[in-house]
């Protein structure tokens, strides 16, 4: 065209071109790219859509449908500017070959720049008769060339994520223009058969799926590819840290004779249940090996994980070597500590238990008598993980709450023997649930351990959620089952008073002293407070010498009073689905039936669907599920383990058969290529390392 210069005097656009380059790409433009990160052509392609509109057919204007949806291609032949200026509307008249269209726009006067008499437009919108003429209200719209085809078919339009500076439509606009003219650039990192043999197309086809479908079926193959591919990566990353530390490691192999078995059983005052017992015969299986095993042990609130510890640490302790148990909290760290000596009381297995509380004389003793190896068991938070903390010969580090700690966390605990090349085996626990998908994603260098039952006895929890105007009735309850003996919990989210309007635990315990609950004996825990004095608290809330314990949510994990039997939670709103099922958790652990009441406002809609699942479900392992589905995954472990889990194309609430193929995959290839450094892995493995290798620790761990 006159005024153009040649084509071949253009450069040729690649995947790593700058997007200022993308021809008709003004600054605007650019800027709004830039600024979503959006700075190359490769990130455009990989810049993929949340969700598609269906767009219709083009249509003439006579043969539009009232009340219907349609798409017209007319052009624009005079504008204006009406209305006043608090509700200004722009206003068109579109014609084509068969008629005339009115077309306005409320609110949008910045259209009288945009719009303008000679363009061809395409509109969508529901046409309706008003004033006796056809018209369009709020249509959407494009400008569009006259050499653009005619949509002949219904067809699906991109809705890609976007900013206030750059529409959604620009963005789509620009991925067309760029998209065939790089296309036959991107490499694919998988061989034809391999995808061959799994349905699956190859990479540059499924984003030309994506970014122009034609149809749902294109557009849900190319996702599956894409989020395949998401997924692999995960899993090789996996997989190969799993490799280099059994290639460059070696973990003590503790036995398990009869004998060995009676006498740590002989440590239990009740029976294990057969979910327990299942655990236990996993665990003992790799503790047996050389190779350093990983293993999680997960169970709803209750189920008995602690004993399940115990037998595995009192493994490392038959075999002449040490163990250590971290947890996130000191309050959960003395919980541990007051169970695990309470059931090794008499006999000869020396634990301790080293906090940031610990006087610096009482942590010089442990410290010396640890490397020495006087200490069997070594109870603790992350002071751990201190470089001066040295055990003689740790043979097993159980971490719980697992999902508090990082990967590096774990792995700094598996440093802590005084041979580099022999590591300990680890155990983590969780009583969060975890969704089999984000179980086999963020932990999936972790074998799996379900304890999925309750110990006997456990009697179901009544779950009811009262507005703060009920607040009377919740503690009416309260006080009848203090009258009949048994005692309470009430949880408050604060300390003390913030800008937030939320009641602190400290003035939730003087309003509740001097009104409903007067004359009560109540106690204050939270974490301030010095730890002889939290130990006495409790001590005493267990010995029933107080009968309502005031608390902030340090008591979510760990606390066992078998005659507390009501839990009220102020401000419930305010927690997670995982937090309230947690606390929930420290009722219904004796005879009694027992009753956890959530005061709230539920302010946003997320916060009403976690009181609802509460009200409705006490099985930790549903409840985890939904809260995948109300916060997504990179919400579910908080910020500290997230970066893996931000997917563009998987979807972890329903991909989970895709998960389990590149699992099953992943460990496959890793099998036959331990290292992946054969020269046609060359580029599976640069983006496996640029996918996951930092948040997995590829360089570091293992």
């Given at each position: 065209m006159p005024g153009m210069e040649p084509a071949e005097s253009t450069p040729r656009l690649r995947l790593t071109s700058r997007v200022e380059e993308i021809p008709h790409t003004g600054p605007a433009i650019a800027r709004g790219l830039r600024e979503m990160r959006l700075t190359r052509v490769g990130h455009l392609i990989a810049h993929l859509p949340t969700r598609y509109e269906r767009i219709q057919p083009e249509t003439t204007i006579a043969d539009s449908l009232r009340d219907h949806l349609v798409t017209i291609r007319a052009t624009v032949v005079a504008t204006r500017l009406g209305g006043h200026r608090r509700k200004p509307r722009f206003e068109a008249v579109l014609e084509d070959e068969t008629g005339r269209l009115d077309v306005v726009w409320f609110n949008a006067p910045y259209l009288q720049r945009r719009i303008l008499p000679g363009h061809l437009l395409r509109v969508r919108g529901k046409v309706r008769l008003y004033n006796r003429a056809l018209q369009l209200a709020n249509p959407e719209h494009e400008i569009i060339d006259p050499d653009e085809p005619r949509i002949e078919v219904v067809t699906l339009r991109p809705v890609y994520p976007a900013s206030e500076h750059i529409s959604t439509r620009v963005i789509g606009r620009v991925i067309r223009r760029v998209l065939p003219l790089v296309l036959g650039d991107i490499e694919d990192h998988l061989p034809p058969a391999f995808l061959r043999e799994r349905d699956?197309?190859?990479?540059?086809?499924?984003?030309?799926?994506?970014?122009?479908?034609?149809?749902?079926?294109?557009?849900?193959?190319?996702?599956?590819?894409?989020?395949?591919?998401e997924l692999l990566m995960l899993q090789l990353g996996v997989f190969l840290r799993r490799a280099q530390s059994s290639a460059t490691h070696e973990a003590p192999p503790l036995a398990r004779t009869p004998e060995i078995d009676a006498r740590i059983r002989a440590r239990f005052p009740f029976a294990l249940t057969e979910a327990q017992e299942r655990a236990i015969e996993e665990i003992a299986g790799d503790l047996a090996q050389t190779r350093p095993s990983s293993r999680l042990i997960q169970g709803d609130v209750g189920s008995g994980k602690t004993v399940v510890a115990l037998y595995a640490m009192l493994l490392a302790v038959a075999s002449g070597h040490q163990a250590a148990l971290m947890a996130p909290t000191e309050i959960l760290a003395e919980q541990h500590f007051a169970t695990l000596s309470a059931m090794l009381a008499g006999s000869r297995t020396s634990i301790e238990l080293l906090t940031g509380s610990t006087s610096p004389s009482q942590r010089e003793v442990i410290l010396d008598r640890l490397s020495r190896g006087e200490i069997d068991i070594l109870v603790g938070t992350h002071a751990l993980l201190s470089e001066h903390v040295a055990f003689r010969s740790l043979a097993l580090a159980v971490i719980d709450e697992q999902h508090r700690f990082g990967v590096h966390q774990r792995a700094s605990l598996r440093t802590k023997g005084d041979d580099a090349r022999t590591v300990p085996h680890v155990l983590v626990m969780t009583a969060t649930p975890i969704p089999r998908t984000l179980a086999l994603t963020v932990l999936g260098d972790l074998d799996i351990s379900t304890i999925d039952a309750?110990?006997?006895?456990?009697?179901?929890?009544?779950?009811?959620?009262?507005?703060?105007?009920?607040?009377?009735?919740?503690?009416?309850?309260?006080?009848?089952?203090?009258?009949?003996?048994?005692?309470?919990?009430v949880v408050a989210p604060l300390i003390e008073q913030s800008a937030h309007e939320a009641v602190d635990v400290r003035t939730l315990a003087d309003e509740?002293?001097?009104?409903?609950?007067?004359?009560?004996?109540?106690?204050?825990?939270?974490?301030?407070?010095?730890?002889?004095?939290r130990e006495q608290t409790m001590e005493r809330f267990r010995q029933g010498e107080i009968e309502v314990l005031v608390a902030t949510s340090i008591i979510e994990v760990g606390v066992d009073v078998p005659n507390a039997s009501v839990m009220v939670i102020e401000s419930a709103e305010r927690f997670g689905l995982a937090q309230l099922h947690q606390l929930r958790g420290r009722v219904g652990r004796g005879p009694h039936a027992s009753i956890c009441i959530l005061i709230a406002e539920a302010t946003t809609e997320q916060a009403a669907q976690r009181l609802e699942v509460m009200a409705k479900s006490c099985d930790g392992f549903e409840i985890a599920q939904r809260d995948l589905e109300i916060r997504g995954p990179g919400e579910f472990f908080g910020t500290a383990q997230s970066g893996v889990l931000r997917f563009r194309a998987a979807d972890l609430a329903r991909d989970l058969d895709l998960l389990t193929l590149a699992r099953r995959d992943a460990r496959q290839w890793i099998e036959r290529s331990p290292r992946l450094d054969r020269p046609d892995e060359a580029l599976l493995c640069s983006r496996m390392f640029k996918a996951v290798g930092e948040e997995l620790g590829l360089s570091e761990v293992g």
């Open positions: 699956l197309p190859a990479l540059r086809d499924a984003y030309r799926m994506v970014h122009a479908p034609q149809d749902e079926a294109e557009a849900a193959a190319g996702r599956r590819r894409l989020a395949y591919d309750l110990p006997p006895g456990r009697t179901p929890i009544q779950t009811r959620v009262l507005r703060p105007a009920q607040r009377d009735e919740a503690y009416a309850i309260v006080r009848e089952r203090l009258e009949r003996g048994e005692q309470a919990f509740l002293a001097r009104g409903p609950l007067a004359g009560r004996r109540m106690g204050l825990l939270h974490g301030q407070l010095a730890r002889d004095e």
